[in-house]
């Protein structure tokens, strides 16, 4: 009983880690990655079968196997993930955000682009 209520809280976190992923996609400041390697992580403990779903699936899978198994993050996700910033905060700044609320919103965005930029990119397949 304990076991199944375990698996079912560790599925129900899975599920909505993956949801905060997928919201995130077009949302700059909501990452996408580390929701998915979160649900990745859920799903693992509480269904083998969704565990397989999302590590097998085109989209979400391979950032999480290059993560779980080389701790390294694809060119493209580093320039997109930069280019998302830079956007969000050129509207920022065409909307008239107050000076504290951009460089806040500034410190945080230089703070994730160096956790981008720092890591490796995965190996090229053979």
């Known amino acids: ?3 199944r209520s375990r698996q079912l809280i560790y ?9 905060l992923g997928i919201i995130g996609i077009p949302l700059p400041l909501l990452p996408t990655t580390p929701f998915l390697l979160l649900a990745a ?3 693992a403990r509480g269904s083998e ?3 397989q779903w999302l590590i097998s699936h085109p989209s979400f899978g391979p950032p999480i196997l290059n993560w779980q198994e080389h701790r390294a993050i694809s060119r493209n996700a580093k320039w997109v993930g930069t280019l998302s910033m830079a956007g969000l905060v ?8 107050p ?3 951009l460089a806040a919103q500034a410190a945080v965005l230089v ?3 160096i956790f981008l930029w720092s ?3 995965p190996p090229e397949p053979e």
């Open 41 to 43: 992580f859920c799903f």
């Open 1 to 3: 009983m304990v076991k």
């Open 119 to 121: 890591h490796a990119e």
């Open 111 to 113: 703070a994730v682009g």
């Open 99 to 101: 000076s504290w609320a």
């Open 49 to 51: 079968r969704w565990h």
């Open 11 to 19: 599925l129900c976190a899975g599920w909505l880690s993956l949801g």
């Open 90 to 97: 050129l509207i920022s700044v065409l909307i008239g955000i």
